[in-house]
């Protein structure tokens, strides 16, 4: 009996552990999960391995390129045929370029730089768009649970008013004010629960998933010393100031790379033809076949360089230029907005901690006026209007409270995206992250042998496996 028993005791346990509502979800969860399930996140990694392949692309200029041509005619004239085929193979290589095409390398690298910090940013957007499910879903359900408690109170008034209005205490007026100011507070249960239903389909958005239930949010990050400090922090590690200071250094390195377009280019090339050709012919007044295998060996040096252009080529330097001048001005100005999004985040934390001080000041108050007007209204000296007033006051405090609550992760959340910090590696969330430079590794060198092939194939199935 009493093995059945520890039986059936281990069976519902473990149909409660395996319950998905049986868990708490914390805000790392939350995180973890955006983390993996983000197709934002998946949508720009494809976008930085397309800029890996923009540096083999430009790697593959300094190298020759092999080329085959084949042709088979047939030609009749007059009576005479002629049938030619031919096979040709061609190398053709740049041999000096005044760093021309190493300027193109350098400036897809540094694209690619910045396109890993654009990933970053965008790891940041992903994190924090989770951040705030979580917080909306968890002040959506105490907001509701509010409601709730403010129908059930409303209900008890409402009796009451009835039983006085029986007895004679008071009017009809005053039982219609308890109806009133219940239904009120229905309407305001609705109201919460479609803003529940709301921001779980947020959550589901931001996360992949439903949220279940949810754990209170961890300890407040800590925040730097001084607002200084962190904007200090801002400027060297936000990624759209990391990204756009890159994208400076490509616009210096276009610059350099249009006035080369003038330079003169030498390139070599190497060629193997072979052909056979078999034709009618007369000899003597009479008509023979003829056939023909000639193989050919070619090679050379070329150069080039162009003179005169009709103003093309000096107009694309001018534009590089202005393009560098562009670059610059958006780096300045996107410091000064990061410098403004912390101070923000920074103010905003200020403000809910203020408020929070204030509004629990503001309920014990009201919670003490509650207690007293019901009191003095059982005793005659105050109206049903009154205690409804007082009971009113004391539900938007607490609703306030929640908000400012809210409010105040939010806020530091912020902070750490405007810092440059909220990042899956800073949070230390403990699970394996994006391998920015596995792709780029593998491609750099523009691989073309069996073996890069093989290891090339490898990070793309890691890859696929992540995502």
């Known amino acids: 009996m009493i093995r059945r028993r520890l039986a059936v005791a281990a069976l519902a346990l473990g149909t409660l552990l395996s319950s998905p509502a049986a868990w708490a979800e914390s805000l790392a969860d939350t995180l973890v999960g955006a983390y993996r399930h983000s197709a934002l996140l998946d949508q720009?990694?494809?976008?930085?391995r397309a800029a890996d392949e923009d540096v083999a692309a430009a790697m593959a200029s300094l190298r020759?390129?092999?080329?085959?041509?084949?042709?088979?005619?047939?030609?009749?004239?007059?009576?005479?045929?002629?049938?030619?085929?031919?096979?040709?193979?061609?190398?053709?290589?740049?041999?000096?370029?005044w760093g021309r095409n190493q300027l193109a390398i350098d400036i897809a690298k540094e694209q690619v730089l910045a396109t890993r910090e654009s990933l970053v940013a965008v790891e940041q957007d992903v994190l924090l768009s989770a951040v705030q499910a979580f917080l909306d879903v968890r002040s959506a359900e105490q907001q509701v649970a509010l409601q709730e408690n403010s129908v059930t109170v409303l209900t008890r008034e409402r009796q009451a008013a009835q039983d006085r209005f029986d007895v004679g205490?008071?009017?009809?007026?005053?039982?219609?004010?308890?109806?009133?100011?219940?239904?009120?507070?229905?309407?305001?249960?609705?109201?919460?629960?479609?803003?529940?239903?709301?921001?779980?389909?947020?959550?589901?958005?931001?996360?992949?998933?439903?949220?279940?239930?949810?754990?209170?949010?961890?300890?407040?990050?800590?925040?730097?010393?001084s607002l200084a400090?962190?904007?200090d922090t801002a400027r060297s590690s936000h990624p759209t100031i990391r990204q756009t200071k890159r994208?400076?250094?490509?616009?210096?390195?276009?610059?350099?790379?249009?006035?080369?377009?003038?330079?003169?280019?030498?390139?070599?090339?190497?060629?193997?033809?072979?052909?056979?050709?078999?034709?009618?012919?007369?000899?003597?007044?009479?008509?023979?076949?003829r056939t023909q295998d000639p193989s050919t060996l070619r090679a050379g040096v070329q150069a080039s360089q162009t003179l005169y252009s009709?103003?093309?080529?000096?107009?694309?330097?001018?534009?590089?230029?202005?393009?560098?001048?562009?670059?610059?001005?958006?780096?300045?100005n996107v410091s000064r907005q990061v410098d403004q999004s912390v101070a923000v985040a920074w103010a905003n934390i200020d403000v809910a901690r203020a408020q929070i001080g204030a509004i629990d000041e503001q309920i014990s108050a009201a919670q003490q006026a509650y207690e007293g007007v019901r009191e003095e209204a059982m005793l005659g000296a105050r109206t049903t209007l009154d205690v409804l007033d007082a009971e009113q006051n004391l539900l938007q405090a607490r609703a306030d409270k929640i908000t400012a609550e809210a409010n105040l992760?939010?806020?530091?959340?912020?902070?750490?995206?405007?810092?440059?910090?909220?990042?899956?590696?800073?949070?230390?969330?403990?699970?394996?992250?994006y391998d920015p430079s596995a792709y780029y590794n593998a491609v750099r060198n523009a691989p073309y042998t069996s073996t890069q092939g093989e290891n090339l194939d490898r990070v793309l199935r890691a890859i696929g496996k992540q995502n």
């Open 64 to 97: 020759p390129v092999l080329q085959w041509a084949a042709s088979h005619n047939f030609q009749q004239v007059d009576g005479a045929e002629s049938v030619s085929t031919s096979l040709d193979l061609n190398a053709q290589m740049t041999l000096f370029d």
């Open 409 to 433: 992760q939010l806020a530091h959340y912020q902070l750490l995206a405007s810092m440059g910090l909220l990042t899956v590696e800073h949070l230390k969330l403990g699970i394996p992250t």
């Open 44 to 48: 720009n990694r494809a976008v930085l």
């Open 247 to 289: 994208t400076v250094a490509a616009a210096e390195l276009g610059v350099a790379a249009a006035a080369a377009e003038r330079n003169p280019i030498v390139t070599g090339s190497v060629g193997l033809g072979t052909s056979r050709s078999s034709g009618d012919a007369a000899i003597g007044g009479v008509a023979t076949r």
């Open 169 to 225: 205490e008071i009017t009809s007026t005053d039982v219609a004010l308890a109806d009133a100011r219940l239904a009120a507070s229905r309407a305001g249960r609705a109201a919460a629960q479609g803003q529940l239903e709301i921001a779980r389909e947020s959550y589901r958005a931001a996360v992949g998933r439903g949220p279940g239930r949810l754990d209170p949010p961890p300890p407040l990050p800590k925040r730097p010393a």
């Open 310 to 332: 009709g103003g093309r080529l000096p107009a694309a330097h001018r534009r590089a230029m202005a393009q560098r001048d562009s670059a610059r001005s958006v780096l300045l």
């Open 229 to 231: 400090t962190a904007q």
